[in-house]
């Protein structure tokens, strides 16, 4: 297990030593050593996720999206799962309405712990797509602005074959 340690975990006041040169020369060397010993090499993803990319200023967009991005975003982990027990007439009854009472309640937590199991999973998987959604979103932002330079400089190559 690799645990990235900030580069300002100490504080050096000596002007003379340059402690992100010195971290990033060890660094370097870690991971040159352990590609000479074959260690794995891969990268595993994150586990915040991708945060919602905003509606972009420069570039044209649908509003319908980033509408509902923001909103699946905010709402995706808000579920209710609380007992709703409202009184009937049989928990108003002297003697059993009390013990109904009890019973319902005890039989409602116990269905609500296999309710919550598959909510919690149900939310994770949300997250999940949702962050993919996000990262989805992003990568077109960067793409759209990708291609309006490329079309810019397609039009001044134009124009300057024109002249």
Do not use: C
Request: charged content about 20%; aromatic content about 6%.
């Amino acid at each position: 297990m690799v645990q990235e340690i900030s580069d300002d975990l100490i504080e050096i006041h000596d002007p003379e030593i340059n402690a992100a040169e010195i971290m990033a020369h060890i660094r370097e060397q870690i991971a040159q050593r352990r590609k000479e010993q074959g260690r794995d090499q891969r990268v595993f993803p994150s586990f915040g996720g991708t945060a919602y990319p905003g509606e972009p200023t420069d570039i044209p967009y649908d509003p319908n999206l980033y509408h509902h991005l923001r909103l699946a975003n905010e709402t995706f982990a808000n579920v209710e799962t609380a007992a709703q027990l409202p009184a009937t007439r049989a928990t108003q009854l002297p003697i059993f309405g009390a013990l109904w009472v009890r019973v319902r309640a005890y039989l409602h937590r116990i269905i609500l712990f296999y309710v919550n199991r598959a909510l919690t999973h149900q939310v994770n998987v949300n997250r999940h797509l949702i962050s993919v959604s996000n990262q989805l979103t992003a990568a077109n932002q960067n793409q759209h602005r990708q291609i309006r330079a490329l079309e810019s400089e397609l039009a001044s190559l134009r124009a300057q074959k024109e002249r």
